[in-house]
Nanobody, 122 residues
Framework: QVQLVEFGGGSVQYGGSLRLSCSAS????????MAWFRQPPGKEREVVAE????????YYTDSVKGRFTISQDNAKNTVSLQMNSLKPEDTALYYC???????????????WGQGTQVTVSS
């Protein structure tokens, strides 16, 4: 029904920046929340940032506050994650997710992108 595709991953040095984008297609009615999750090597998937598509309200996990910014373009059905001041601990596979409500639990999101790798070297 809903397909999500991520773009923009890559490799940067400590302190660098990357911008991730997620394109949604297939009909987005019923989708009220778009989010970015990440899975570092050997660790569980965790929420990074969320945006309520109707209100624009955002949420960030503590470790990225002040460095990452999530934004949306409803006309283009896209959500982006601007990542600044990147650290090695930000290295992970980043996933775009969509669901009916915003939540820190990945199981509450019904749609997922394929993932895009972000690697930050020291």
């Amino acid at each position: 029904q809903v397909q999500l595709v991520e773009f923009g991953g890559g490799s940067v040095q400590y302190g660098g920046s990357l911008r991730l984008s997620c394109s949604a297609s297939g009909g987005t009615r019923g989708i009220n929340c778009m989010a970015w999750f990440r899975q570092p090597p050997g660790k569980e998937r965790e929420v990074v940032a969320e945006i309520h598509t109707g209100t624009g309200n955002t949420y960030y996990t503590d470790s990225v506050k002040g460095r990452f910014t999530i934004s949306q373009d409803n006309a283009k059905n896209t959500v982006s994650l601007q990542m600044n001041s990147l650290k090695p601990e930000d290295t992970a596979l980043y996933y775009c997710a969509a669901g009916p409500t915003c939540s820190v639990r990945g199981t509450d999101f019904g749609y997922w992108g394929q993932g895009t790798q972000v690697t930050v070297s020291s």
